[in-house]
């Protein structure tokens, strides 16, 4: 079983604090991404990567930024977190070259509260 | 840029009753079109999927038409079941050198009521 694990399910914040959310899968997973989602607004792209040191910027970047060290491994940043960056992310990874799509594993998820 | 509709944004049905959730996509490049069902406070899975070759495809209870002359693609449940309520959520691949990320429609809340 493909297995993606984020590193904390439940998080409160304050006002311009640095935030890590950690993703791990154990699937030797190419493809990794990382997703907001807010209600009546679906599933929102913020950044993927399909390689280690490898980034690239989706529908929303603005305000996040990523680090993909190791090919298992993909770190979602806030550097500055504002009350609108509430809400719940989600990681996950795909196996498949670039340019080909295939099945999206998510992790459970983190619930960002930001106070 | 691409974008992915989706409607009814709500649907409520009897136990046993069909429910049909449909798509529009915007680039007629897109190319993989999957279908993920997300349960109360759990992740989203991927329910079933179609690629751009194929007309129609099954699986047990769900069913998935494409149409690429319209742009769009439907999700079909027949006999459905209290277990089937969810939030689902229709993709489509992104073109060009992206193509391995999806981007998603809003989700449809399905309830059946017993």
């Known amino acids: 079983d493909v297995k993606v694990t984020q590193s904390s399910r439940y998080l409160v914040k304050r006002t311009g604090e640095k935030v890590f959310l950690e993703c791990v899968q154990d699937m030797d997973h190419e493809n990794m991404f990382w997703y907001r989602q807010d209600p009546g607004l679906g599933l929102r792209l913020i950044y993927f990567s399909y390689d280690v040191k490898m980034k690239e910027k989706g529908d929303i970047p603005e305000g996040y930024s990523v680090s993909r060290e190791k090919k298992e491994r993909f770190s979602l940043i806030l550097e500055s977190a504002s009350t609108n960056q509430t809400s719940m992310y989600l990681c996950?990874?795909?196996?498949?070259?670039?340019?080909?799509?295939?099945?999206?594993?998510f992790g459970e998820g983190s619930r960002l509260t930001v106070l | 840029g691409e974008n992915v509709e989706q409607h009814p944004s709500t649907l409520s049905v009897q136990e046993g009753d069909s429910a049909v959730i449909k798509c529009t996509y915007s680039?007629?490049?897109?190319?993989?079109f999957p279908w993920y069902k997300q349960e109360l406070g759990k992740r989203p899975q991927l329910i079933i999927d179609i690629r751009s070759n194929v007309g129609e495809k099954k699986d047990q209870r769900i069913a998935v038409t494409l149409n690429k002359t319209a742009k769009h693609f439907s999700l079909h449940i027949t006999e459905t079941q209290p277990e089937d309520s969810a939030v689902y959520f229709c993709a489509a691949s992104r073109p060009g050198g992206s193509q391995g990320n999806l981007i998603f429609g809003k989700g449809t809340k399905l309830s059946v009521k017993p």
């Open positions: 996950a990874s795909s196996f498949g070259y670039r340019g080909v799509a295939g099945e999206l594993f």
């Open positions: 680039d007629s490049a897109s190319n993989y």
